[in-house]
């Protein structure tokens, strides 16, 4: 089969306009960026939008370093509807440039199901990444700006700045850095860091933010540290939310795109599920909603990152709902991984592995089922599975009762979706929905952090030294003890160790660190060796892209 860049080659992209008109967007609400990408200039505010459509939640089992195909599957997922004659939009994420260049390379699909256009996407696409970058780098400015004018005893001790610094790349040395050295000219020397853009709680605000007045009201919240007195300082306090918000302004615009069969996508923003909450825009998907009978988003990673947090996090934002159904993508190749296979070994036929690997994908579905919305297993089909492999797959699901069906959008386009697509249809139309929260917000955070340790990882308990016990309580002196938890750990394991393959229990979850987003509205919780500013791997995907003479770029996966 032909690589992803040849397949885009070979289909004639729409122009966006008659891309917009499938998605039932006037012409006079689109600002161009060329004639195949667009800014949506929605005059209502999305809030009050009504829901037409149904919404489908794409997320998978604990993935081989590969991934799993859930973007893949969700963009083919939508194209499936199509060919069912219903009308249906994509809304996924955007890419950052650290898996770009990094282990994963690009984000918007593969084979037959990818979005377009491809390269302009995968890099600079309309510049939201870099104006979320901006804007979190302007904060990080004036608090410095202000330490090096009103000195060690003024608005913000020095000592307590939690803001750091970020850049859309991987990049380990960044993590530890000492700013302010040589001298007064040059401010006050403290130790800070870097986290890449897809961390930082300005995405996060970004992306849970219905308007320009709430994202103004989030940014203003953000804490920057806290006083001489021990108290919060909020950005609000140094008048940094207005310049802030006119550097998102454009960002805050969905984007329009297609894929490659010309169902209408809309790809805005883009943190990471495993250190961040890991959905794309409730402005995206609210917008969508309104105007599709199906919308289909996609969270990051597993159900015990992405999901969970879509559930618990974005969903509690009162602006979209929960999800009318969800697709749990799996593999043959990760099921033999989480059965004890090398990773080096997974296309190997090996139907004994499967059933082993079997109790990963298991744990995935009861998560699903802890929050009462009907599910579809989806077999996401590559071309070396054997048929004892898939045949035994099925004959698993069959016994665990629920849902399944084979997807090879990869491989034939929406039309290798149309099983799953009928599967989710019968899923909405036979099965009632019962949506509930894991934990109610009014439990302490060190509960609220437990509950999800047990019930979604699997773990017997929580332990966390006590300086870190200590700051989330004084989080909730604070005022913050009612906000959602957004734990960042690996995302290779159900627990926050890599090696901890297929189903993990009886393990205690390590808390080593809890920092406040305020402005976004959760506390992030980092367990294990997380880390928020990734690394470039022993061969980068950058060492592969290149770009022609003509212009023509190369190598971009």
Known sequence: ?????????????????????????????LEKYGPYKAKILWPQPVKELPKRGKLIMVTAMT?????????????????????????????????????????????????????????????????????????????AAMV??????????????????????????????????????????????????????????????????????????????????????????????IKAEGAMAALLKDAMKPNLVQ?????????????????????????????????????????????DLGAEKFFDIVVRTGHIPPPDACVLVATLRALKLHGGVNLKDVKAENAEAVEKGFSNLEKHMDNMALYGVPFVVALNKFPGDSAEEVSRFLDLCRGKKVRAALSDVHGQGGGGGVELAREVLLAIDQETAHFQFLY???????????????????????????????????????????LPVCIAKTQYSLSADDEALGRPQGFTLIVTDASLSAGAGFVVVCCGDIMTMPGLPSTPAAEKVDVTDDGEIVGLS
Not at 10 to 26: F, L, T, V
Not at 158 to 168: F, Q
Not at 205 to 213: F, N
Not at 270 to 280: E, M
Request: proline share 5%; hydrophobic share 40%; glycine share 12%.
């Open 1 to 29: 089969m032909p690589d992803d860049r040849e397949i885009a080659k070979g289909y004639a992209i729409k122009p966006i306009e008659e891309i917009a008109e499938r998605a039932g967007i006037p012409p006079r609400y």
């Open 63 to 139: 993935p081989t370093p590969a991934g799993e195909g859930k973007t893949t599957t969700a963009i083919g997922l939508a194209d499936a509807f199509g060919h069912l004659q219903k009308k249906a939009i994509a809304a996924i994420r955007e890419p950052s440039l650290g898996p770009v260049f990094g282990l994963k390379g690009g984000a918007t699909g593969g084979g037959l199901a990818q979005i377009a256009p491809r390269d302009d996407i995968n890099l600079h696409f309309t510049g939201d990444m870099h104006a979320v970058t901006a804007a979190h780098n302007l904060l």
């Open 144 to 237: 410095d700006n202000r330490l090096h004018f009103d000195g060690v005893c003024g608005l913000i001790d020095c000592r307590t700045i939690t803001w750091k610094r970020v850049m859309d790349m991987d990049d380990r040395v960044l993590r530890e850095v000492v700013v302010g050295i040589g001298g007064p000219l040059r401010g006050i020397a403290r130790e800070t860091g870097f986290d890449i853009t897809a961390a930082s709680e300005v995405m996060a605000i970004l992306c849970l933010s219905a308007d320009l007045k709430e994202l103004k009201e989030r940014l203003g919240r953000i804490v920057i540290g806290s006083g001489s007195d021990g108290k919060p300082v909020f950005a609000r306090q």
């Open 259 to 303: 894929t490659l069969e010309g169902t209408p996508a809309l790809v805005h923003g883009g943190p990471f599920a495993n250190i961040a909450h890991g959905t794309n825009s409730v402005i995206a998907t609210r917008l969508a909603l309104s105007l599709a009978d199906f919308v289909v988003t996609e969270t990051g990673f597993a159900s």
């Open 440 to 482: 109610p917000l009014d439990l302490p955070l060190i509960g609220k952090i437990e509950t999800v340790a047990k019930k979604i990882y699997g773990a017997a308990g929580i332990a966390m030294e006590g300086k870190v016990r200590r700051k989330i309580l004084r989080m909730e002196e604070d005022g913050f003890g009612k």
